[in-house]
Every structure is written in structure tokens, then in C-alpha cells.
């Protein structure tokens, strides 16, 4: 059992839950493509309290083990949690073992983290039951060999991000609920990033832009809204309650509301076959209060 671990927080069988928050991008940016083939963004990143749970046993010398079904189409060697798991072994000369089971509830592909944020939660949490320590710098380098998404998670806060999203300037934002809907389309992530139409020169915002509430726009919407029609539909009946964003890469979809009551009325006024959430904004990730609740 690794150092800094509650026993009244194990469960029966050697099993802990840990809290895989989503996010959704406030905006989002392309403003310049790198050497390296990616790309510069402008975003701010809002974790929500609201996501999936990574359940993890840890155990003496031996494999990294998924438990229960990968995402469909994913070989167990390339699921990004089994990945977050071998990457920091081996990062961090462990030999330990890991048992994963992932309680899915983000919609996957839809641009809400979810696949970043298992990443991630995994990396912090088998950092604690493993005793290795690595400070967060260290596991937030590593996430970002996952994903441009990871780091956000690791460091658990709301932030201004800038680079791939990996610069990160925490920011305090205010309380606020979302009604997300997911139109259950995925065109994957370098796709959009390669289409002809993408705004990929935007001129550099900075904080105070997007604290004025001048920055709402995200580059994706207008690609996303012509190339797939069930995008489109989405974005037409949430206008009807609000003023709808684009988060991420798509196809996931929110409006911003100041009341939980407010955001509630507006999903009963949807139509009934969509896939919609009310969830609230944290003011940082539940995940940093796990952590804190192990330490004994
Ligand atoms: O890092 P992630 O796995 O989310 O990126 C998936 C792909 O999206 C990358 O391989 C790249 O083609 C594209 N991408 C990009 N610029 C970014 C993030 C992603 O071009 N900032």
C-alpha cells in the first residue's frame, strides 16, 4: 500500500475511487501552427464537477491491467490509461502493479476531456498509492506526452492556457451551471485541426480580453457547424435558451447559466431526444480534494 494513503478510504479488496472531472473550453483559438505539426492555442479551460471515477488496486510487482471494457476500438496496450500507467513506471523505475477500472460517464469524443482526464487522474493517483512522489511540474510533462489536455487535470485548476494547453495561468472563475448536450458526433481532433476553413491566425488575445467577456468564440464551431448537420441542429435549439458554444473540438456543445434553476428550466424547454446534462463549474478540481483526503 503506497505511503499516504488513508485506509478508511480503501474499499473492500484494496480498491479506490478517484474523480476524473470533465472540462469544457470557454473559447477556444488557433493562433499559429508549430514545427512540430501542432498547434498554438489561445482556451481557457473550465473543469466542471462532473466526470467519471477511476477505480485503481494497486499491488506488488506485475502488469498494468484495464478491468472491464476499453473504448470501443481501442487495444488494451494503446488505451490512454493503460499508457498514463506504463509512462509513469517507467518514468519513475516502478516495478508496482495496477488494476484500472474506468466508470465511464463523459461522452467520449465530444470535447469534454474525458479520455485526458482518466489520463490524468491516473497519473496523480498511482503517483500517491505508489509512494513515488514525483512533484506535479514532472507529472504534468509527462500528461502532456498523452495529451495536450492532461496537463489542465494534473494541475486541477481553471486556467488561461496558451501553447498546445499546456501553459497554464490559473484563473478564478465564478460560480456558473451547464447545459451541455453531446450530438454524438465525432470527427476526430487532427481532421479538424487539417480543415481548409479553420481560422488558424487569430491575433494573440490576452486575460483581460477574455475578463471583459469579449472572448466566446471558438474556431471549430463554424467548421463544425457546416460539415455536420446534427452539430448544427444542436447549436439551433439550444439558441432558443441561450447563446451556445462549442467546446473542445467538438461535437460537444453548451450554454452558460448563472442559477442551477435557470440551466434546469432551459433543458426542460429542449427537445426530449437530446442528449443533454445540467452540471456545475468547480472552483477547482475534485480530484486535488481526493488527493488531500489521502494524505494522512
Ligand atoms: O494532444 P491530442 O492527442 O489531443 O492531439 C491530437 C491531434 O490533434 C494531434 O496529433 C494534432 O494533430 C492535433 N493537435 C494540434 N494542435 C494542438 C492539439 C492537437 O494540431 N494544440
Known amino acids: 500500500m503506497g505511503r499516504g494513503l488513508a485506509m478508511s478510504d480503501v474499499e473492500a479488496g484494496g480498491w479506490s475511487s478517484w474523480p476524473a472531472p470533465a472540462k469544457l473550453n470557454l473559447f477556444l483559438h488557433v493562433v499559429g501552427r508549430r514545427p512540430d505539426g501542432y498547434h498554438d492555442l489561445q482556451t481557457v479551460f473550465r473543469i466542471l ?13 506485475g ?13 488494451e496496450a494503446q488505451d490512454l490509461v493503460v499508457r498514463a500507467a506504463e509512462l509513469l513506471r517507467s518514468s519513475a523505475n516502478c516495478p508496482l502493479s495496477a488494476d484500472i477500472r474506468v466508470e465511464k460517464r463523459i ?53 488561461w492556457a496558451e501553447g498546445v494547453g499546456e501553459r497554464l495561468t490559473p484563473l478564478a472563475l465564478a460560480p456558473a451551471w451547464y447545459l451541455l448536450v453531446d ?3 465525432h470527427v476526430p481532433t487532427p481532421e479538424l485541426f487539417r ?23 471558438n474556431a471549430f464551431e463554424p467548421v463544425l457547424r457546416r460539415r455536420e448537420p446534427a452539430v448544427e441542429a444542436v447549436f439551433k435549439a ?3 435558451v441561450g447563446s451556445p458554444r462549442l467546446t473542445g473540438s467538438g461535437g460537444g456543445c453548451f450554454v452558460e447559466f448563472d442559477s442551477l434553476h ?9 427537445p426530449a431526444e437530446l442528449r443533454a446534462w445540467v452540471v456545475g463549474g468547480a472552483a477547482r478540481s475534485p ?3 481526493a488527493l488531500a483526503a489521502m494524505k494522512v
Open 49 to 61: 464537477d462532473w466526470g467519471d471515477t477511476i477505480h485503481l488496486r494497486v499491488g506488488p510487482a
Open 63 to 75: 502488469p498494468i491491467r484495464r478491468i472491464g471494457p476499453s473504448a470501443p476500438g481501442v487495444e
Open 107 to 159: 461522452p467520449t469524443g465530444g470535447g469534454f476531456g474525458g479520455g485526458s482526464s482518466d489520463a490524468a487522474t491516473v497519473l496523480v493517483a498511482l503517483n500517491a498509492l505508489w509512494g513515488l512522489h514525483l512533484p506535479v511540474e514532472e507529472l504534468a510533462a509527462l500528461g502532456c506526452k498523452l495529451g495536450a489536455d492532461v496537463p489542465v487535470f494534473i494541475r486541477g485548476h481553471n486556467a
Open 183 to 185: 450530438p454524438g458526433v
Open 195 to 217: 480543415a481548409p476553413d479553420l481560422t488558424r491566425d487569430a491575433a494573440p488575445a490576452k486575460i483581460a480580453d477574455f475578463a471583459s467577456g469579449t472572448l466566446l468564440d
Open 238 to 240: 439550444l439558441a432558443r
Open 262 to 270: 435557470a440551466a434546469e428550466r432551459a433543458r426542460s424547454e429542449l
Open 287 to 289: 480530484l486535488l480534494d
